[in-house]
């Protein structure tokens, strides 16, 4: 039995019948880890100790015929944005290096209460700023299917891992197309859930009315199944939504005929790479096929979405991260007063990039700034939500490329940082608007890259979602090839 | 706009030392440049800004007492401690 091979459900079910001991298939994917993170760098912090102590219970309740949780022995990594705890937490970070949270993120306690194992803690950009995972203080992960090319970002080692049969589920976090534009580079599933369908709770927070925690998988059907896990209303998070989660399993399988898909045009105009542009195409025949039918669409505000979202995200960013102040999390420089130790500690611990987006939201809130730039994003926010309400009068779905690119090369964009922000411009709409969306491999460039295609939805349709990529991945393979390395 | 780095450091509490000003400065205004095409972005009258992508009413909930986490644990964190308080620099020059 090849256990990295395996789907969620297989495993989960060898674990239940006891031909695959949750331990063994532990032990498997930490080995995988062991050997492939000197070269690829996807994980941080690796969970030798809990993930064999809870491996030894679950195989203990299998043992003594006890009642198992949907995802009993299932191997997870996390984020290292999302807290765990007893186990070092960085978000990718100087500034919290040796943060130990006290408590674990609501879905951290959901999916050990199915019975997931927490076996590491993936790379990130710094406070998930970033679309390529240079901005990890650390090192940053590369992409599996080419080492000189970028994983994506930022949930970056999260899309290695489960590319590279490292995990066989990661969960990721996606502000601006953190979840989606990785797994679209790393060609894996990644599904970024409508905005309030996940708790937040325990995440740290970049830009709280944009992050959404989702999972990130090989498959629609296993992305499914750890989705069950993760939605549903948490008393902690005010903002987590209290709507009924669907059977996102049973909607697997529903025939696709009668489904309208809307294509919107400015997704295939200029700036968008003609083999990308051709794999979009091919997968829009494959749904055809299936009996969906397409209409043209227009979104014309989602034009604008990356300067509101340049707006938006760091003017919440600058207010979110003032909590690191050398005061409650772990580091804090020298200095004679306390002024002083404030701003050379913010100088010392935190990266270039999050100082940056840290200046640039402070700018934009500061007086006599915030009617022209916060004020008016989020009226343009508002036209945008008001795109896709009016789109999905008449549409199901909304269906365009993840990303305008493959997977650049690292340093490409170190001399123009604007051309690196403009990778998430298919993406940044979904969490302006709040619907859900997911990127699913569509094909390989020449090169040898994977090639991703969003789906966009109603909000809260997550099943339509996972409908329609699970019947996708029934006709087409490229969700199982697996890179070199 | 020439002190804007500075200015706004100051704002946002990090030490920006003269020498890094200017490059900083510089990359504020590539996404400052980029971001100002919203102010001619034509608008109807009476939109109403969008803050946020869920437009509840407040979520209230029975307020009952529940066991906070340990004060030691969360203490552990800080850089500086004296078992009850966090611990910083004097406030006041003395």
Request: glycine share 8%; net charge negative; with cysteine.
């Amino acid at each position: 039995m090849q256990i990295e091979q395996l789907s969620v459900a297989e495993l989960v079910e060898h674990i239940g019948k006891g031909d695959l001991s949750a331990a063994q298939c532990t032990e498997h994917f930490l080995g995988q880890i062991r050997d492939k993170n000197d070269d690829n760098g996807a994980f941080l912090a690796q969970c030798d100790q809990e993930a064999a102590d809870a491996a030894k219970q679950i195989d203990a309740s299998i043992a003594a015929g006890k009642s198992l949780g949907p995802l009993a022995g299932l191997p997870v990594a996390v984020k290292d944005g999302i807290c765990t705890a007893g186990v070092t937490t960085t978000a990718g970070s100087k500034m919290l290096s040796k943060f130990v949270p006290p408590y674990d993120a609501t879905i951290v306690s959901r999916l050990k209460d199915a019975g997931a194992i927490v076996i590491g803690k993936t790379n990130m950009d710094e406070f998930a700023m970033g679309s390529s995972n240079e901005n990890s203080a650390f090192h940053p992960a590369k992409n599996p299917w080419n080492h000189d090319h970028v994983p994506g970002g930022s949930s970056g080692g999260s899309a290695t891992a489960v590319a590279a049969r490292m995990a066989p589920v990661a969960i990721g976090s996606d502000t601006g197309g953190s979840i989606r534009q990785p797994a679209s580079f790393c060609g894996i599933t990644g599904l970024k859930p409508t905005y309030g369908r996940v708790s937040r709770y325990g995440l740290i927070a970049f830009a709280s009315s944009l992050d959404q925690i989702g999972p990130m998988t090989r498959s629609a059907e296993d992305c499914a199944l750890v989705m069950q896990t993760l939605a549903g209303h948490d008393k902690k998070d005010s903002t987590s939504a209290p709507v009924d989660v669907a059977d996102y399993m049973a909607a697997l399988n529903k025939p696709l005929a009668g489904l309208k898909i809307g294509i919107c045009k400015q997704h295939f105009e200029e700036g968008l790479g003609d083999e990308v542009r051709a794999k979009v195409n091919e997968a829009i025949d494959v749904l055809k096929s299936l009996g969906a039918s397409t209409a043209e669409i227009e979104l014309p505000y989602t034009q604008y979405g990356i300067a509101a979202y340049y707006v938006i995200a760091p003017c919440e960013a600058s207010s979110n991260l003032s909590r690191f102040d050398g005061v409650r999390y772990t580091n804090r420089a020298a200095a004679e007063g306390l002024e002083e130790m404030y701003s050379k500690t913010r100088a010392e611990f935190f990266g270039e990039e999050v100082k940056k987006r840290i200046l640039l939201g402070t700018h934009a809130l500061s007086s006599g700034y915030y009617d022209a730039y916060y004020l008016k994003a989020s009226k343009v926010r508002r036209m945008i939500k008001n795109d896709y309400d009016k789109a999905f009068e008449s549409v199901d779905l909304i269906l365009g490329p993840t990303v305008p690119t493959t997977a650049f090369k690292f340093n490409q964009h170190a001399a123009d940082p604007l051309a690196m922000y403009l990778a998430d411009v298919y993406t940044v709409a979904a969490n302006l608007s709040g619907v859900p969306a997911l990127s699913i491999p569509c094909g390989f460039d020449s090169a040898g890259l994977p090639i991703g295609l969003q789906l966009q939805a109603r909000r809260f349709d997550e099943a339509t979602l996972l409908q329609t990529a699970h019947q996708y991945q029934t006709q087409t393979d490229w969700h199982q090839r697996s890179p070199q390395s | 706009m020439s002190n804007l780095a500075q200015n706004v450091a100051k704002l946002a509490r990090i030490d920006l030392p003269d020498a890094k000003a200017e490059a900083v400065q510089e990359n504020l205004e590539k996404v400052l440049n980029y971001v100002q095409q919203l102010e001619a972005v034509e608008l109807p009258d009476d939109i109403e800004p969008f803050f946020g992508a869920i437009e509840s009413v407040n979520a209230i909930r029975v307020d009952e007492l529940q066991p906070s986490y340990p004060r030691e644990e969360i203490l552990s964190n800080a850089p500086d401690s004296d078992g009850q308080f966090y611990k910083v620099p004097s406030v006041f020059d003395e």
